[in-house]
T-cell receptor, first 114, second 110 residues
Framework: NAGVMQNPRHLVRRRGQEARLRCSPMKGHSHVYWYRQLPEEGLKFMVYLQKENIIDESGMPKERFSAEFPKEGPSILRIQQVVRGDSAAYFC????????????FGEGSRLTVL | DAKTTQPPSMDCAEGRAANLPCNHSTISGNEYVYWYRQIHSQGPQYIIHGLKNNETNEMASLIITEDRKSSTLILPHATLRDTAVYYCIVPAGGYNKLIFGAGTRLAVHP
């Protein structure tokens, strides 16, 4: 009974490269959330997705960031032309439906931009 | 989300009960209170939630005041592994968009 799986766990990119972070929700979960945690700061909501739909992207930076949750396969958080300020831990969570506040989080993907 | 207020830090001796308070004076009648924790560098972990009645599970107990303006998370026998940041959250907006505040940093010491 695997939990939320995120990969890679650690990713190093140089400025200007692209970063792709993947999240496989728990079995039976169709709702995915992405959060970002900058060093020594709190968790910040980024985006909430259901299969093939972005429900709330109010926390996503206006440029360079995008997210998807296709019908098949994991959810992807994509960061284009990374900058040093993108260095952070990115956490994915999933839930069974939209009305429960019980989210299951993965162990995070730690992005380091050189 | 309804605003929540928590003390920034607390200490607890190992084996003793840890009582973590949270104020949520603007909570409305159908909003739940959720508690999560984040152990250093790990993903947040759901602990417990409640609406009106006190709740207990294998991790903790949640005591909600009758007016629902505050609650207390109780770890009955704290261990060193309970050292973490604890978040009290009242999600709103019709779906579970959790907004994490600063939380309470609980240090359990021997």
């Amino acid at each position: 009974n695997a939990g939320v799986m995120q990969n890679p766990r650690h990713l190093v990119r140089r400025r200007g490269q692209e970063a792709r972070l993947r999240c496989s929700p728990m079995k039976g979960h169709s709702h995915v959330y992405w959060y970002r945690q900058l060093p020594e700061e709190g968790l910040k909501f980024m985006v909430y997705l259901q299969k093939e739909n972005i429900i709330d992207e109010s926390g996503m930076p206006k440029e360079r960031f995008s997210a998807e949750f296709p019908k098949e396969g994991p959810s992807i958080l994509r960061i284009q032309q990374v900058v040093r300020g993108d260095s952070a831990a990115y956490f994915c969570a999933s839930s069974t439906d939209r009305d429960t506040g019980e989210l299951f989080f993965g162990e995070g993907s730690r992005l380091t931009v050189l | 989300d309804a605003k929540t207020t928590q003390p920034p830090s607390m200490d607890c001796a190992e084996g003793r009960a840890a009582n973590l308070p949270c104020n949520h004076s603007t909570i409305s009648g159908n909003e739940y209170v959720y508690w999560y924790r984040q152990i250093h560098s790990q993903g947040p972990q759901y602990i417990i939630h409640g609406l009106k009645n006190n709740e207990t599970n294998e991790m903790a107990s949640l005591i909600i005041t009758e007016d629902r303006k505050s609650s207390t998370l109780i770890l009955p026998h704290a261990t060193l592994r309970d050292t973490a940041v604890y978040y009290c959250i009242v999600p709103a907006g019709g779906y579970n968009k959790l907004i994490f505040g600063a939380g309470t940093r609980l240090a359990v010491h021997p």
